[in-house]
């Protein structure tokens, strides 16, 4: 959350969206999800983020005490217009980071005497004879309850599970935390939880790693300045302003799943905001000297530093000038920032990437894990990006995978506190066979 861009996702009327004069219906947002998620997000997680979205919005901004700046339309809106009336959803808050809500939310749940573990790792849930999970069991001893919420974020850091189920992220980098390692879901899946959605992403974007850990996520449809996305041939295969998700898809169809975004001076200098997920250095001068961003004065040097033909990268970058100063892209009708590029020249390796993964545990609408067979797993619950079924096909707009964690977040502690089941004795360890 705190390394999210600070949107809350809500649609509905909320009172912000109210003070802005848009106009939103629960009925309008449901068939607008309806609209992106194409019949692959589940119909309970959808018209439950529906009916608790806006209200939750209000207890974040009310109870919570999260200062929120405006409301934006960052999503397909207008795309699915003949589904549903257009309506800004993505609830920005103050800070314009995701510390505008991991802030407040620690400070009220620190108000509220939450015990707080710090440098801990939970490695097996517990569970007792009648294979009820009674507990956790962390490199610092074990921890016992009626109940156990299970709320570990996806697995974008874990290259074996994407490897197996989203090859297409196990190329790049993730710009999500280090920790979304798919811990929650493993220790579910050993105690029989039902997986859910396993290859989906949070969002398809792209991203240009800039360090160890860490990689870029730009959204190019915001940029300012001419650049330009070769594969590993040196051709540009396909307009570069559509919108981030196709963008991401049409990258993982080429040889190698990648190409090599071609920027100039202009954009490292001026246009820092073309880069986020985290912030650059000034004029990328770091990023160069660590070797993740390649510079040069001239094509042939440039294409050389990243095992390019230079003839053909030069007829590339050549009839993209040509056409930028004619004013029009005769290859693939781009229309957006169109203009030369121009010496020095940069280059970054970009391949398809994503904030976190949106699949995981099968919960139902008390947000219990359900097995394979569909029955509830007594004493486990889930929330956020551990468990599947929650997004569609496209991601809805900025903010949504916040929207997610809080909806089911909220559900699930209520749930689990209002249980009384009987905690059976004579627990053990569960661990993989």
Not at 72 to 95: C, F
Request: glycine share 12%; aromatic share 10%.
């Amino acid at each position: 959350m705190t390394l999210s861009g600070g949107y809350y996702n809500a649609g509905g009327g909320t009172s912000l969206q109210r003070k802005q004069g848009i106009e939103d219906s629960k009925e309008n947002w449901n068939n607008y999800l309806k609209a992106v998620g194409q019949g692959f997000e589940d119909d309970m997680m959808r018209n439950t983020i529906v009916e608790h979205g806006a209200e939750d919005y209000e207890w974040l901004a009310n109870d919570v005490g999260v200062n929120f700046l405006e409301v934006q339309m960052i999503g397909n809106e207008m795309a699915m217009k003949d589904y549903a009336t257009p309506a800004a959803r993505s609830h920005l808050t103050v800070e314009k980071s995701g510390v505008g809500l991991s802030r407040p939310l620690f400070k009220k749940a620190d108000e509220l005497g939450t015990k707080f573990v710090f440098n801990i790792t939970a490695q097996n849930l517990i569970t007792d004879k009648s294979n009820r999970v009674v507990g956790v069991h962390t490199n610092k001893g074990n921890f016992r309850g009626k109940n156990v919420i299970v709320a570990t974020a996806g697995y974008s850091r874990n290259k074996d599970l994407l490897k197996r189920f989203a090859p297409d992220f196990a190329v790049g980098e993730s710009y999500g935390s280090i920790r979304q390692n798919g811990d929650g879901i493993i220790m579910g899946a050993e105690v029989g939880a039902k997986l859910t959605d396993m290859w989906m992403p949070i969002a398809s974007s792209m991203g240009a790693q800039s360090g160890d850990n860490v990689c870029i996520g730009p959204i190019c449809a915001a940029w300012k300045y001419p650049y330009i996305w070769v594969g590993e041939d040196g051709k540009r295969h396909f307009r570069e302003d559509m919108y981030f998700e196709s963008g991401s898809k049409h990258i993982a169809s080429l040889p190698g799943g990648y190409v090599w975004l071609v920027f100039d001076q202009r954009m490292a200098e001026e246009d820092p905001g073309a880069f986020s997920a985290p912030a650059v250095s000034p004029g990328l001068k770091r990023e160069v000297e660590d070797g993740y961003f390649k510079k040069a004065d001239t094509i042939v040097d440039l294409a050389n530093q990243i095992n390019l033909d230079p003839d053909v990268l030069t007829a590339t970058i050549d009839k993209w000038n040509s056409d930028s100063e004619n004013g029009k892209d005769t290859e693939y009708g781009r229309t957006n920032v169109l203009g030369a590029l121009k010496a020095p020249f940069y280059a970054a390796k970009m391949a398809p990437s994503t904030p976190d993964t949106a699949g995981g545990l099968t919960i139902n609408s008390q947000t219990q894990v359900l097995d394979n067979r569909n029955e509830v797993i007594p004493g486990l619950y889930a929330a956020g990006s551990t468990t599947g079924g929650w997004r569609g096909m496209t991601y809805p707009g900025c903010g949504m995978g916040i929207t997610n964690a809080i909806v089911f977040g909220r559900l699930a502690g209520a749930e689990a506190a209002k249980s009384t089941s009987d905690v059976s004795t004579g627990a053990s360890q569960h661990v993989n066979a």
